[in-house]
C-alpha cells in the first residue's frame, strides 16, 4: 500500500516518538530518517523495528521521519502503526 | 596492577606520578596506610598595617608572581553563576602563563569556557570533583594532556593536605569580605551560603585572594575564611550571577516516578532499624533524592521521631526541617538556594563546617562517619552495588563524584535512589562504565520496580520483607529492565585514559577511557 496523505503520531515528550509521514510517488522505495535521544545505543534497534512494522503493513514507498526521545519497542511501533494508517486514510483504531 | 575491582591500573601516569590502586574502602584506614600531612604551611608574616587591598583582580594575580605550571585552585559555590574562575583564567593566559593546574572543588556548567584553554594547552591537569557540558566532552575526546582526577569532597581535603594538589593561588570569591580578607558566603547581593569548600584552599595556598563585589566595614562577620590566611582583598564589580548562584527555595518534584521511588525510600528507611529518636541524615538536592526528605518529614512526624542533625548539600526543605524541630542541627558544607544563606547567618543551630570536617577521610571527626542514613542518586548502577555517578550513556565526564562515595562509606544505611531506567536507558548493568562508590560502601538501592538489598546486609532484606517492603534479586530485576529497553548498543572507546577516579583515600578505583564518537 502507498500512503496517501501527510500524516504524524506521538509527541516529543520523553520516552515518546514522533512519527511523521510524507507521501512519494510510487517506485521512489522507502526512507526512513531517524533522529534519537538514544541514537548511539539503539540505532540499529531503532531502524529495525520502523522497518518491521513497515513490512508487515506492506508498506515499500515511503518517506518516514522519526523523532524519537526514548520510547521503548510497543510505543515505537504503535506510533509507527497509527502514522501510517492516518497516512492510508484508514482510521479504524486510531483518534 | 589491578585494583580490589579489578580494574587496570597503571603503576605511573606521566605528568601526575605513582598511583595506587584501590584495596577496599577501609583498607588504607585499617593498615594504618594514610598520607600523613606532610604539606608545611606557607611563611606569610608581613609588617603590622599593611595593606591587603589590590587595585584589580589583575593587580592580585601578578602580586601572586604566577609561574608557567603553577596551580590554581577555587570553591565551586557560585555553582553555575561563577564570574570569578573564567575572568582569572582570561587574565593568567593574557600575562602568558602556560602549564596550569587547575584544581576547583568543582567544576559546572559556568565554566565551559575553559574548553578553548584546555584545547590550548594552557590548562594542562584538572583535579575537581565534577566535570560537565563541553568540557566533559572535550576533555573525554582526550584534549586534555594529562588526564583529569576526579576526587571526592572529603578526597580533594586529604589531596591538599597531603601535597597530592599543590595550590599556589587559591582565588575565593566571596559574597562579603573585609579589608583582611575575613569573608563570608552568609550576606551580600550574591550570596550563597557555606563557603565550607574554600577553608582547606585558603589553609595551604602560597598565595590566597579574597575575591568579593561586597566590600564590607572591618570586620566582616561571620569569618568563614580568616584572616590570618588571606594575602589579599580584591573588589570585582561581580562575583557572578546571583540567580544561578542561588535563587529563592528548593521545590519538591512533582514527578511520579521520582515521588514513587522517594516514598519507597521513606518506607526503606523507616523499617531499616535506624528510624528512632537521634537519627542522622543527609539527602541530596536533586530529584528522588530530596522528594525522600519530604516523606520522611511526614513519616517522622506521625510517628514523633526527633533526629539529631543533618549535613549536606543543604536546602530550604532541610532548613523547614530544622525550624520544625525535626533536627536539632544542621551541618553545613554547601547550601543549594537563597533561603539557606540567611539561616547559616542567622540560627545557631545551622552550623558551617569545613569540608574538612565534613568528609576527609584522614582525620578523627568526619561528619559522614557519624552518619545514620545517607539518600544519594546515580546515574547507573550494577549488579555488584557499585554505583557510576560521574560518566554518562556515551561513557562521557558528565557528572560528579561529589560526596557520594564519602557519605556511602560512613553512612550506617547508604540508600542509592534511581529510576529502573531513563528514556529507554537501562541503569541496571553487570558492570557501572565508571565505580565512583564501590558497592561495599552501599546498602540498599531502591527503584520504581523494587528495592534491591546488598547480600552483605541479609537481616535489613528479611526486615523490609517483612514490613512488606518489594525486595528484589538485583540480578531479577535487571533481566526484567533489560527485556523492555533491550542492551544498548557498545560504547565506543580508545585505549587512551583521559580521567582517573580516585577514591577518598586517594588510591584509584577506576579509570576513564576516551570516547571515539564524540563531536
Redesign the interface.
Known sequence: MTPKFKAQAGTFE??DIMVLIEPVAEGSGRQVDISS??M??????LKTCINQVLDVMEIENVHLIAKD?????PTIKARVETAVKRSLGIQEGTL | MKNALGVEIPEYIDGLGELQPYQGVWNSVLKGDVASQTVPTVLKAQKAHVSKMCDSLEDAIKKSQPFDGMTVSCHHHLRGGDGVLMQAIAILDKMGIKDITLASSSLTSAHDGLVPYVESGMITRIFSSGIRGRLGEIISMGKLKHPAVIHSHGGRVRDIMSGRIKPDLALLAASAADEEGNATGAHGPSAFGSMGYADIDARYAKTVVVVTDNLVEYPCVPPSVRQHFVDYVVTVDSIGDASKIASGTTRITSSPMDLRIARIAATVIEHSGLFKNGMSFQVGAGGASLAVAKFLREDMKRKSIQGSFMIGGVTSYGVDMLEEGLFKAIFDVQSFDAAVSTSVLNNPQHIEITCDQYANPNNCGAMTNKLDVVVLGALEVDVDFNVNVITGSSGEIRGASGGHSDTASGANLSVVVCPSFRGRLPIIMDRVHTVVTPGESVDVIVTERGVCVNPSKPNLAAALKKAGVNVVDIRDLKKEVDSMTGIPAEKKLGDKIVALVEYRDGTIIDVIKNVTNLE
Not at chain 1, 40 to 45: A, G, M, S, V
Not at chain 1, 69 to 73: D, I, N, P, Q, R
Open positions: 520523553s520516552s535521544t538514544v548511539l545505543q539503539f540505532e540499529e534497534d526521545k526514548g520510547a521503548l519497542t
